[in-house]
Nanobody
Framework: QVQLVESGGGLVQAGGSLRLSCTAS????????VGWFRQAPGKERTFVAG????????RYADSVKGRFTISRDNAKNTVYLQLNSLKPEDTAVYSC????????????????????WGQGTQVTVSS
């Protein structure tokens, strides 16, 4: 069973950068797409970025295109999310999740298509 652990969150000023990591233990993560999602207080969890199992396909929410970059290192069982040009509205708990299907050719942005979740890491952007 895959267990996911996020790290790299913190407090940063607007315009700053952070790099989040999602590391898997247990079964190898390399056969599954991974998505990053975020949830701000009082709001629903929303899709931020995703990457397919091979790393060839990525997908981003419109609100983060050009600022965030997702990548993966399957040898390290880790997926990264580089957050640049951060804005106060990016403040949220960021969680990674593994696709429920193995080696899917597309990156799905639907919460329900991911069935293994990390505990989340807090990102706070001050103005």
């Amino acid at each position: 069973q895959v267990q996911l652990v996020e790290s790299g969150g913190g407090l940063v000023q607007a315009g700053g950068s952070l790099r989040l990591s999602c590391t898997a233990s247990g079964r190898i993560l390399g056969s599954y797409a991974v998505g990053w999602f975020r949830q701000a207080p009082g709001k629903e969890r929303t899709f931020v970025a995703g990457i397919n199992w091979s790393g060839e396909i990525t997908r981003y929410a419109d609100s983060v295109k050009g600022r965030f970059t997702i990548s993966r290192d399957n040898a390290k069982n880790t997926v990264y999310l580089q957050l640049n040009s951060l804005k106060p509205e990016d403040t949220a708990v960021y969680s990674c999740a593994a696709d429920r299907l193995r080696r899917r050719t597309v990156v799905d942005g639907t919460v329900g298509e991911y069935d293994r979740w990390g505990q989340g890491t807090q990102v706070t952007v001050s103005s």
